[in-house]
Nanobody
């Protein structure tokens, strides 16, 4: 299993970013996918989750109405569209897959929201 995130960067408050996660090594369409984030000094938190068929499961309250999770099973990819970004969204964002009760993680992509 391999998960590779991309799309992070530095953005001003109110800006947008789109994160991507390329997955390989498993039957992508059969598994839920999740985005987590971890800010300095804080625990990793679940941001959004999506079913294998593309149904959105949940969003963290802090990102509802601003972030959108989606996936393209033909490309084995999951995305996180982030709009109206705030400084408190600054974190390393991780893609996650849970297979047979084991968690797999990408290397993470840094998102920094600052003026």
């Amino acid at each position: 299993v391999q998960l590779v995130e991309s799309g992070g960067g530095l953005v001003q408050p109110g800006g947008s970013l789109r994160l991507s996660c390329a997955a390989s090594g498993f039957t992508f369409s059969s598994y839920r996918m999740r985005w987590y984030r971890q800010a300095p000094g804080k625990e990793r938190e679940l941001v959004a989750a999506i079913t294998g068929a593309g149904g959105v499961l949940n969003y963290a309250d802090s990102v509802k109405g601003r972030f959108t999770i989606s996936r393209d099973n033909a490309k084995n990819a999951v995305y996180l569209q982030m709009n109206s970004l705030k400084p408190e969204d600054t974190a390393v964002y991780y893609c996650n897959a849970r297979l047979n009760f084991l968690d797999y993680w990408g290397q993470g992509t840094q998102v920094t929201v600052s003026s």
